[in-house]
């Protein structure tokens, strides 16, 4: 039993990860109907700024132990190149989805650069410092505190998204503009603004999710891509644009990828993509999306 | 920006002007002549980026020595540097130095996969060149048995037989169930078979409980040492070796895993030693350090001053590649040498290549030479790793144990798994 609790534990934690990455990703398509595959270099922009903003914490001072925080800072701070960005993909929200795709993977390559310009080619890790919060252990089962502290955070980004959708008016006015744009235009809703602040949110979501992740793992230029790849497992399995998806879909392709890897270790993304195929098959709209009308 | 890479760049670039200056004690009647011009292919990114730039100090050591020697035969030598990516770029920039720069030597590659390709390259170009960590195996069966112009470094099995040496002296009797976690390709497959190939040589009744095979790059090994951990084995074989070592060992740490009485076995952790960081890497465990163990404390004058001067300038220890690029250069400045007095005048590529074969050199590691069928030999160094240094990362225990390769590596044109079964080697 101990055992099996902590291979759940490693799938969830890999899930906690992946939803991250995915919300974003989610959130942008949900109510702009792109595609936005640099989702992934969010996510290592936060690792890579997260690692240099805790050092430049730790050289003036900062007890180790808060690290956390400016790694939050850090990932909050770096959502600002999300109006950038979403000004530069004003220009294709009417051409075809290729432009889109084209253009968001022109990012993905030139942030790779920009990365290689400002940290090196080399992988950046943040040493021994996730062991300053210690471990949780129960019946036998150890967990790293810090890579609860993930969970949790995963959970309540989870919850509050959900909530902010749900119950507040921003959310309504949002789910009203991606269900139907001119209407809300017509209705006198700022969709220009709209836009700008979702896909910044959807930036935040990466960036912060990459500088909390980043003091358990390593910040590499590869990452990006390898995101994204796993993130649309997540996100067609989930149902694209649905948030509850992303959460189911992450939910199933971390655990699913943990079980692989304890029972059959070679088939640990033949475990991943054959749920891929079986939903694209059962339910190709995946199990929280929307059929296209 | 990395500034590291550049103030390398900067060096390799400025050695020429600085060395220039210098009289030519040895050989006078060379000193108006042209320099060696030596390519070196080495990664600057990803993975290997930190690899790579330690092979590169080591190589500039070398050459900063040799040309305030007064060079080789008389020469200096002048580096040019292009960048190890995948093979067939890397290839591309081999074609690009000996065309374009026309050097005479080239060196360099830390993967195999490059070296694999380039080897048959170099060898139709008639280009010669030294590996510095590459072979030209497939697997383990080698795919250039008689090259010409091809010079390998020692196979990459060495580590991987020392480690399990060193796994049976230490440990034999106390583990019966094992368990490996080793990167998904060849180099990992090797290594952990060569490990239970050991294990049956010496009569080790073992069972594998859990093998894991993480693509190299993999930062979430947390599924991975929960599948370990829940396996229970006496005993741990990794040849984990690039980022993803300090990944593991963290989150081994985290989840308990090194809590009970495993026994891990980390051929390769030298690649990674100075990232082991104390407050995560328990003592007690297997540690190869390859050809390059910094803190050897019998270690040689030469290797005791490059340290010095690389912790000085780098503020870091040096690893194994370092030993690998010198030792390159140090074979290549030998064979010239030996070349040139044995002829009395400037050697041609032919001369160079026969009188590089077989010659011995001194290298910062210790002793090594050039096997007749172009394969490295060197000196290996692993042991036990403790605590109690003056460092926040583990060094090795003393007395270090230390190998010369050729009780490591199959002789000249043997199968590797057959050369396991019938060596005797010592303990």
Known sequence: ?293 | MDQKRRKILQALGGTGAVIAAQPYLSFPAFAQNAPLRVGIIAPKAGIAGTIGECGLRGTQFAVDRINAGGGIAGRRVELIVEEETNPKDSIERLRKLVLQDKVDCVQGIVSSGVSLAMGAVAEEMKALTIFWDGTTQDGVKETMVNPRYVFKSTDNECEAVMGSLLAVKHWKGKFKTIAGINPDYSYGRNNFAAFQALLKKFGIEHTVVADQWPKVGTTDLNSHVAALKAAKPDLVFSSLLFADLPIFMRTAHGAGLMDGGTKFVFPAAGFQHTALKKSFTPAGMIFGHNTLYFDHPNASALQKQFVREYEDKYKDYPHWEADRAYFAMKVYQAGVEAAYKAKGAWPNQEDVINAIEGVKVESLGGPGMMRKDHIAEQTFYQGITTHNNRYDFPTLATPVDVMYSDQLQKPTGMDFWKWIETATIKL
């Open chain 1, 1 to 293: 039993m101990t055992a099996f609790v902590d291979i759940l534990f490693g799938g969830v934690f890999h899930a906690a990860v992946l939803f991250l990455v995915a919300a974003g990703l989610q959130l942008v398509f949900g109510v702009q109907k792109i595609v936005n595959l640099a989702c992934g270099s969010f996510y290592a922009l936060g690792a890579y700024f997260g690692i240099s903003a805790v050092n430049w914490a730790l050289k003036l001072g900062l007890p180790p132990q808060l690290f956390l925080g400016v790694l939050l800072l850090a990932g909050l701070v770096l959502g600002l190149i999300g109006p950038v960005i979403e000004a530069l993909l004003r220009t294709v929200y009417h051409r075809d989805e290729a432009f889109q795709l084209l253009l968001t993977f022109a990012l993905v390559l030139m942030f790779q650069d920009v990365l290689r310009f400002f940290w090196g080619a080399n992988p950046q890790q943040l040493g021994d410092l996730v062991m300053s919060y210690g471990k949780l252990s129960a019946g036998g089962v150890i967990v790293p505190t810090y890579n609860m502290l993930v969970i949790l955070a995963s959970i309540v980004i989870a919850a509050g998204i959900g909530t902010f959708l749900q119950r507040t008016r921003f959310g309504r006015i949002l789910r009203a503009t991606a269900e139907n744009r001119e209407m809300s235009q017509g209705l006198g809703v700022n969709v220009r603004w709209m836009y700008a602040s979702v896909f910044t949110l959807g930036t935040v979501l990466g960036t912060v999710g990459g500088a909390l992740v980043v003091p358990t793992a390593a910040a590499s230029l590869d990452m990006p891509v390898e995101l994204v790849v796993e993130a649309f497992a997540v996100v067609v399995i989930g149902g694209l644009g649905s948030m509850r998806g992303a959460l189911a879909g992450a939910l199933i392709v971390g655990i699913m990828r943990a079980l692989a890897i304890r029972y059959y270790a070679e088939l640990e993304m033949l475990a991943i993509y054959l749920v891929v195929i079986a939903v694209l098959i059962a339910r190709p709209v995946g199990l929280f999306g929307k059929p296209v009308e």
